[in-house]
């Protein structure tokens, strides 16, 4: 086992330097694991999202809330706007999304002529000429049920307003907020008394290879070192009670955290982790979560 932990606490060093310098030569790019070329892949993953966390939602709320008429909230929301066209069309009134780099400005037409085209040959109750004007409206900056604004601050009170929004998403974006007690604090003046949030977070190391055959190796690291391959964006490696307490702190309740991927070994998910990452709390079993809450 020491053997093994000095092997991919060496690799970890590698995956870290090799994510920051692409950083510093590309920039930041989408999660996705596969470019919006790939237009049927991405369709089924903004679809699977957004069925996902309806599941959820009608989980954690059993069955109470409907997303019909409401004013929706994504963070992070990645490379295009087909999840906030399904959502619309499954009946928000409202598609609100807040990112730091603007992602969805190179996507082509032909995308959504795709997705638009998925949409109408799965439900004849889409009215998919007026999906496609609101489509049309927020590419062209007129006013939209699809409403995409890019921030460098992230302020996203802001960029929405005060007690504007009745429900929040988020998929595998918390993780690489630098500052999660400020997005929480925003998130509480934004929503509206009774806001549900429904948002997954990936605990796990990002890099691909070594994600699969070493899920918590960023963990491995002391902050100092850790900090030395530090870019915008980089897991935070924010544990799940914290943020449970963070979200308490801002007036959230009904605070749930339900393990979607977790390591069933416990030994093996402790073994070799920084000291601040060993204490039974930090919960290194969990790999991706949801968490849901209320606002009070």
Same mark, same amino acid.
């Given at each position: ?6 092997? $991919? &606490? ?16 590309? *920039? &930041? ?9 790939? @237009?049927?892949?991405?369709?089924? $993953? ?18 109470? $809330? ?11 929301? *990645? ?16 598609? /609100?999304?807040?990112?730091? /780099? ?21 439900? @004849? ?10 489509? +049309? /409206? !927020?590419?062209? *900056?007129?006013?939209? +049920?699809?409403? &995409? ?23 595998? !974006? ?11 604090? #925003? ?48 897991? /935070?490696?924010?544990?799940?009670? #914290?943020?449970?307490? @963070? ?20 030994? #093996?998910?402790?073994?070799?982790? !920084? ?17 849901? !809450?209320?606002? #009070?």
């Amino acid at each position: 086992m020491a053997l093994k932990n000095i092997f $991919y &606490y060496l690799c970890g060093i590698v995956f870290l330097a090799l994510a920051k310098l692409k950083n510093v030569l590309m *920039g &930041y790019s989408s999660p996705k694991p596969f470019d919006v070329s790939e @237009a049927e892949k991405c369709i089924d $993953y903004d679809i699977g999202v957004v069925d996902h966390w309806l599941r959820q939602l009608a989980d954690y709320t059993k069955g109470e $809330y409907s997303i019909v008429g409401k004013s929706v909230l994504e963070l992070g929301p *990645g490379s295009d706007l087909g999840i906030g066209l399904y959502l619309v069309s499954k009946g928000c009134s409202q598609y /609100n999304a807040c990112d730091v /780099n603007n992602l969805v400005a190179t996507v082509p037409e032909s995308f959504y002529d795709k997705f638009l085209a998925r949409l109408a040959a799965t439900s @004849a109750e889409v009215d998919i000429p007026a999906l496609a004007e609101q489509l +049309k /409206n !927020a590419r062209t *900056g007129q006013p939209s +049920k699809l409403r &995409y604004v890019v921030r460098d601050d992230f302020n996203i009170v802001s960029a929405f307003g005060r007690s504007s929004i009745d429900l929040v998403f988020s998929q595998a !974006a918390f993780e690489h907020f630098d500052d999660i007690e400020a997005t929480v604090s #925003q998130l509480s003046e934004v929503c509206k008394p009774g806001a549900v949030l429904v948002i997954e977070i990936d605990l796990m190391t990002h890099s691909r290879w070594i994600r699969e055959k070493d899920p918590n190796n960023i963990y491995r690291y002391p902050g100092y070192i850790y900090n030395m391959f530090w870019f915008r964006g980089i897991p /935070n490696r924010v544990r799940p009670l #914290q943020y449970k307490a @963070a979200f308490e702190r801002f007036g959230w309740t009904d605070i749930t955290i339900t393990p979607l991927r977790k390591i069933e070994d416990r030994e #093996q998910a402790y073994s070799g982790m !920084a000291k601040d990452f060993t204490d039974g709390e930090s919960q290194m079993e969990y790999l991706t979560v949801m968490l849901c !809450a209320r606002k #009070q």
